[in-house]
């Protein structure tokens, strides 16, 4: 079975705190990706990256930035956290062509 | 800019059928519908291409109309256990290692 596993199910940071979120996944996928998940916006994408140091933008990449330096582990991070980053944050990986395959998701709060 | 999904929220009692719609301003290559259940990570349903090719479960299924830009989910004689979010995802036809544009979702609920 594809696992895709996050570093925290929950998470309180203070403003302005640098925050990192990291996501593993065991399946060689080349693709990983990021996700903010709000209610009634549904998933919303941040970055993307579609090899090892590759990375694109999302919809919604301001105020966020991510690393991929080894396949299977894709870091998305908040450089100054803000209190409308308050958010539940999801990872996927997929295989090109193929299904996500999704982490059970951080809920990050910042006070 | 997101698809647009409707409804947002449906009420079924068990045994009864559902659709739900998916429609994109952009021309498409490909549409995936997942499924979250309340506090778990969506799940894989059905992934459908430009030119008719499908790939999900065989209990389920969809249509893509590639001209309206549309897709729909078909869900039959409904189970408790379809309750959850819905959601679409929309690849454009330039797409590039299978970015997707997830719609706002469609909550379902399927009551005994």
Not at chain 1, 20 to 39: G, I
């Amino acid at each position: 079975d594809v696992k895709v596993t996050q570093s925290s199910r929950y998470l309180v940071k203070r403003t302005g705190e640098k925050v990192f979120l990291e996501c593993v996944q065991d399946m060689d996928h080349e693709n990983m990706f990021w996700y903010r998940q709000d209610p009634g916006l549904g998933l919303r994408l941040i970055y993307f990256s579609y090899d090892v140091k590759m990375k694109e933008k999302g919809d919604i990449p301001e105020g966020y930035s991510v690393s991929r330096e080894k396949k299977e582990r894709f870091s998305l991070i908040l450089e100054s956290a803000s209190t409308n980053q308050t958010s539940m944050y999801l990872c996927a990986s997929s295989t090109t062509g193929y299904e996500q395959y999704f982490g059970p998701g951080t809920r990050l709060t910042v006070t | 800019q997101q698809p647009v999904q409707s409804p947002q929220a449906v009420i079924l009692r068990e045994g009864e059928d559902a659709v739900i719609n998916c429609s994109s301003s952009k021309a498409l290559y490909s549409v995936h519908w997942y499924r979250q259940k309340h506090g778990e990570a969506p799940v894989f349903l059905m992934i459908l291409l430009k030119g008719g090719e499908q790939k999900g479960h065989e209990k389920i299924s969809a249509s893509f109309n590639e001209k309206k830009q549309q897709s729909s989910l078909y869900l039959t004689a409904s189970q408790l256990s379809y309750s959850g979010t819905y959601f679409c995802g929309t690849g454009p036809i330039n797409n590039a290692g299978n970015m997707l544009t997830f719609g706002g979702g469609t909550r379902l609920m399927v009551k005994p």
